[in-house]
Structures are given as structure tokens and as C-alpha cells.
């Protein structure tokens, strides 16, 4: 199943997306596979599998932290993708790898590319790496199957965004706030417009991303949007070994069901 016909499938239910962010490695790689089947048996539509690396630009200071305790650790990208192949066959859900362009080329764009696909990885979001480069990557991850997940900005000017929309595959990443990834208490007014429009030049389904850290968020969110991408807050929990509060936030994207 591909990473958009997963997504679709979360909607027929009634259901709205949850996709939470991972650091992988995150206090050593071991704790990956325990994390990854904890998530899925929560009900989650895909996980976002982050890759530690030097110069996180996207990353707020939780995340950014995150990736420098797995780097600590030793972990790299041949490590993290060797250590999804050995519980490949138990993982149920779609991962998203996302990760800065320099490890794809360092690794060697049609060795990652096939070694993603052994791994479980359905699609991959590389926010240093401008549309219009592309190129550089997408023939080789599509021959895989692999889905090039676009973010769009609220910066980003409507010619742009048409573009990006058009190109995105999977999901679009419709970011909520201007800046980097973190909890946030409050956001842009009239998102929903901004959430109608994109919704408008897609056929695929539009998750809301960077920022969202609570189940009303979630829930407001995912009242003009398609579902959520959950960063930071996951990322926090995970640390204090908190599932309570990462349940919280999945059932928050579950429609109510008669009993």
C-alpha cells in the first residue's frame, strides 16, 4: 500500500490522520522497534521517522536536542535503515523517513533509495532541498515506490504553492507556523481558509505539521485539514515515557463510534 492510499484509507474510516515524529535513535537505537510497535498498536496512520544529522535547520530546540543525544549514541542513516530491515515484517504502517539531503548523498542516492524501500520507508520530506532540486533524488526514490512529501509554508506566494501542491505525492505538509518546529499555544488566524485553499489545488489529502501539542489542537486542526503531524510534544513524551499523553493525542484524530 502506498503511503497516499494509506492515508485515504484513514479518511474512509471517518477518521482524520495522525502521524507522530520520531527522533530515531533517540537514546540509543535500540529503543526504535519498541517505539515503532508501541505506535502502531495506538492506532497511528504513519510514523514519521526523523534522521539525526549536524545541521538541523527545520528543528526546533526539543527535536534539534533529540538528534544530538542519537548522534551521541553513534546512529547514522545505514544504521537506523539496517535496523528497520530487522523488523520489517512487523511493522504494519507506512514510516516517512525525514532527513536533510547531505546523508542521502553521503549514503549514495540509488543505494538509499532501494535500501528505504527494504525498510518499510513509503515516503521522505527533505526540507533543506528546494523544489526545484528535485530532481536529484525523485527518479530514484520513485522507482521504489518511495512518495516525496512537499511542505508548503504560509510564506510561500500562491504561484509557489500551486507548484508545490501539484508535486507533492503522498501528503502535503502544510506548515502551521513560520519557523521551526516546537510547541506553540497559538497560531495564525483564518487557518482554515488557508487549509480550504490548499485543499482545493490537491487531490491528495492535506496533514497540518509543526507546533500542535495538544488533543484540542489536534482536533482543530483536524477540523480543515485531513490530519496531523505531531513533533516536538511526541518526541517530549517519549523522553519522560509518557504514552498517556501521546494516546491522548491519537484518539483525539478517532471519530466517535456508537457502542
Known sequence: MTLQQAME??????????????????????????IILKLQQLGVSAIEVGIPFTDPVADGPVIEKAGERALFHGVT????????????????VPLVAMTYLNPILAYGIENFAQDAALAGIKGIIVPDMPYEESKIIH??????????????SLTSPPERVKKLAKASEGFIYAVTVNGITGERSDFTKDLSAHFAHLKSLS???VLAGFGISTPDH??????????????SKIVS??????????????????????I
Open 9 to 34: 484509507q484513514v479518511l474512509a474510516n471517518g477518521d482524520k490522520a495522525f502521524v507522530p515524529y520520531i527522533m530515531a535513535g533517540d537514546n540509543g537505537l535500540e529503543t526504535l522497534k519498541p
Open 203 to 205: 487531490t491528495i489529502p
Open 77 to 92: 542513516l545505514r544504521k537506523i535503515l539496517d535496523e528497520l530491515k530487522s523488523f520489517r515484517e512487523d511493522i504494519n
Open 139 to 152: 527518479p530514484a526514490i520513485k522507482a521504489h515506490s518511495i512518495a516525496l512529501v512537499q511542505l508548503i
Open 237 to 258: 513524551a517519549l523522553e519522560q515515557q509518557d504514552w498517556t499523553s501521546i494516546e491522548s493525542l491519537v484518539q483525539a484524530t478517532k471519530r466517535e463510534r456508537a
Open 218 to 231: 489536534v482536533k482543530e486542526f483536524g477540523s480543515y485539514a485531513d490530519g496531523v503531524i505531531v513533533g
